[in-house]
Every structure is written in structure tokens, then in C-alpha cells.
């Protein structure tokens, strides 16, 4: 039942450690499985939310520097040349490594 659903045994699992113990037993007291699927099911809303905000925020910080860089008649590119040049020269090597790659994967779906 739980496998072929949105939450398996293993993340229910997980939601337990939010309960307390009985110190006779040494029991979680007072749990059941529907409280953990109630608690996997917020997790996976939180979770939603949050990615949707970050997502967002990503996507009108990039609005608003690209705004900023053309209002002041900067080039974005002469911003990334400068960022990639104060770099050391090991982050500098993977990150044009990466880059390359990126460009290529791009050159792909252009064909």
C-alpha cells in the first residue's frame, strides 16, 4: 500500500523522530500512520512552495541586475569576464569547463 503511493515506508519512517517516547516502553506514544501522512503531506506542499518561491526569486533577481546593467550601459558579458577572471585559477579551469559543456548541450538542440 505504501510503495504504490506517493509516500513509502522509509520517508514515513523519517516523520517519526517528531514524536515523543514513552519512557516505560521506550515506544513512540500516542503515534499513528495517518499522523505521518499527514506530515509527509505538508513536507511535499512545503516543499512545492518553497521551490516555486526560490524559483521566483532567481527569476526577478536576474530581471532586476539585467535591468540595472542596461540602465547603466554595462555589458553583461564584461561582467562575467570580470568574474570569471578574479577567480583562482582552479575555480577558473571548472567553470569554463562547465561552460564548454553547457555549450555544447546547447549547440545540440539548436541542430
Given at each position: 500500500?505504501?510503495?504504490?503511493?506517493?509516500?513509502?515506508?522509509?520517508?514515513?519512517?523519517?516523520?517519526?523522530?517528531?514524536?515523543?517516547?514513552?519512557?516505560?516502553?521506550?515506544?513512540?506514544?500516542?503515534?499513528?500512520?495517518?499522523?505521518?501522512?499527514?506530515?509527509?503531506?505538508?513536507?511535499?506542499?512545503?516543499?512545492?512552495?518553497?521551490?516555486?518561491?526560490?524559483i521566483?526569486?532567481?527569476?526577478?533577481s536576474?530581471?532586476?541586475?539585467?535591468?540595472?546593467?542596461?540602465?547603466?550601459?554595462?555589458?553583461?558579458?564584461?561582467?562575467?569576464?570580470d568574474?570569471?577572471?578574479?577567480?583562482?585559477?582552479?575555480?577558473?579551469?571548472d567553470?569554463?569547463?562547465?561552460?564548454?559543456?553547457?555549450?555544447?548541450?546547447?549547440?545540440?538542440?539548436?541542430?
Open positions: 500500500m505504501l510503495n504504490k503511493g506517493r509516500y513509502n515506508y522509509f520517508k514515513l519512517r523519517a516523520f517519526r523522530k517528531n514524536f515523543l517516547k514513552s519512557t516505560k516502553s521506550g515506544k513512540y506514544a500516542n503515534l499513528d500512520l495517518s499522523y505521518l501522512i499527514d506530515l509527509a503531506c505538508i513536507d511535499n506542499r512545503l516543499r512545492r512552495i518553497m521551490l516555486e518561491m526560490a521566483g526569486i532567481e527569476h526577478f536576474k530581471v532586476h541586475l539585467l535591468s540595472v546593467l542596461q540602465q547603466n550601459n554595462i555589458d553583461p558579458y564584461d561582467v562575467v569576464e568574474y570569471m577572471n578574479q577567480l583562482e585559477v582552479s575555480n577558473n579551469a567553470l569554463s569547463r562547465a561552460c564548454a559543456c553547457f555549450r555544447s548541450y546547447l549547440l545540440t538542440l539548436c541542430v
